[in-house]
């Protein structure tokens, strides 16, 4: 089913149910068109999901960190380099 913005806004509780359904239900906004479609829900609490997917052999090997500060994760040096003279 194709929708423009407006008819989509109007019916998106209803276009919501129609992709979850298993219906195709395409959306178009200026020229672009969009997909709506449902991902079944994720069973394992987020308790038991770990936070990292995946974590770069650097961190692992204890060269490189993170701070979690305001702005997130920012990675840091685990040490300070040493300048060459």
């Known amino acids: 089913m194709n929708f423009r913005v407006a008819e989509a806004r109007a019916q998106f509780g209803q276009l919501l149910d129609r992709a979850e359904q298993g219906d195709p239900v395409f959306i ?3 020229g672009v068109r969009f997909v709506l ?3 079944p829900a994720d069973s394992t609490p987020a308790a038991d999901r770990p936070f990292f997917s995946r974590v770069h052999a650097y961190i692992l090997g204890g060269e490189w960190t993170w701070d979690h500060g305001p702005r ?14």
């Open 28 to 30: 178009e906004r200026h």
């Open 37 to 39: 479609r449902a991902e």
């Open 72 to 85: 997130g994760l920012r990675l840091r040096p685990s040490r300070t380099p040493r300048k060459r003279r």
